[in-house]
């Protein structure tokens, strides 16, 4: 498998047990309108990270993600990424992080190579290096074979794949992943969350993700925070979290039941079903 170049000093730094605050909130606030979508969320994420942002729909996990991703404006508090205010910084920002949304974003009428052309142009990468990192992304998520195919003949963990290796072309420190496997089957979930760990563990990507897989989120995350209502309820380490409920072969089902006082699965409305069968729908 084919190396991502660009990323050495970061992996050593991992490898000699460094660590920096690749992401920091204060006070996190967004309103629509008089409601409040997400209020005083303060989280710090470290480098090499898969740090989880749990949560019942609604919670206003996506729309965190939006403000620090810098397509959504702060209504209060402060957010940094590498040092980088996303507010008054958001062009230096951008260039840190990549972004994958909960909804279909790589577009069906073109190839893959195509839709890693455009993103490698966007990032600005130059000329002379768009066509080894192509070939780079292609072979770390496996897709070369695809490369020359139009995305509407893709399965749904192959768009998903594409999607990843867009938002890396530019290596990004910090990835942000939105319900990444939304729609998929459990091999195509499988396999994504092999490619994020592989991210992590050799190349010192952060991960910051949202999921309602609570097993998977349980295994791969190294930080979890549960949001309830704009609120953070509880954050640490999957294991103390289970640890501090006190009961016998506890799961983080039984720790998000604890805090939101419900099951992930319910208070859904028909909006949120709807929207989420569609993108199911168009991810194959």
């Known amino acids: 498998m084919t190396r991502l170049t660009g990323n050495i000093d970061l992996t050593e730094s991992l490898v000699s047990g460094s660590k920096e605050v690749i992401l920091e909130t204060q006070g996190l606030t967004r309103y629509f309108g008089k409601a409040v979508a997400v209020d005083n969320l303060s989280i710090t994420v470290e480098?090499?990270?898969?740090f989880g942002l749990l949560g019942p729909n609604g919670a206003g996990k996506s729309t965190a993600i939006k403000m620090l991703t810098t397509l959504l404006p702060l209504s209060a508090g402060r957010a940094t990424i590498a040092g980088y205010d996303v507010t008054h910084q958001a062009a230096e920002v951008r260039r840190l992080l990549g972004y994958v949304?909960?909804?279909?974003?790589?577009?069906?009428?073109?190839?893959?190579?195509?839709?890693?052309?455009i993103f490698a142009k966007l990032y600005d990468i130059p000329r002379n290096r768009r066509e080894r990192s192509i070939r780079e992304v292609l072979d770390f998520m496996g897709l070369q074979a695809a490369a020359h195919?139009?995305?509407r003949n893709y399965s749904g963990g192959m768009i998903r794949k594409l999607e990843i290796a867009q938002s890396i072309m530019h290596q990004p420190k910090i990835l942000f992943l939105d319900e990444p496997t939304v729609g998929l089957d459990p091999i195509a979930r499988s396999q994504v969350w092999q490619l994020v760990q592989q991210l992590r563990l050799d190349y010192g990507t952060t991960i910051f993700l949202t999921?309602?897989?609570?097993?998977?989120?349980d295994n791969l995350c190294t930080q979890v925070a549960i949001m309830q209502q704009g609120k953070i309820a509880i954050a640490g380490l999957p294991s103390d979290l289970k640890a501090a409920l006190n009961q016998p072969n506890a799961t983080l089902d039984d720790v998000f039941i604890h805090y939101t006082g419900d099951q992930l699965t319910s208070g859904v409305n028909y909006s949120d079903t709807a929207r989420t069968r569609r993108t199911a729908k168009r991810l194959g």
């Open 47 to 50: 480098q090499g990270e898969v």
């Open 101 to 117: 949304p909960q909804a279909l974003s790589a577009d069906g009428s073109l190839t893959g190579y195509e839709n890693l052309l």
């Open 149 to 151: 195919r139009l995305v």
């Open 211 to 217: 999921t309602h897989f609570l097993e998977e989120a």
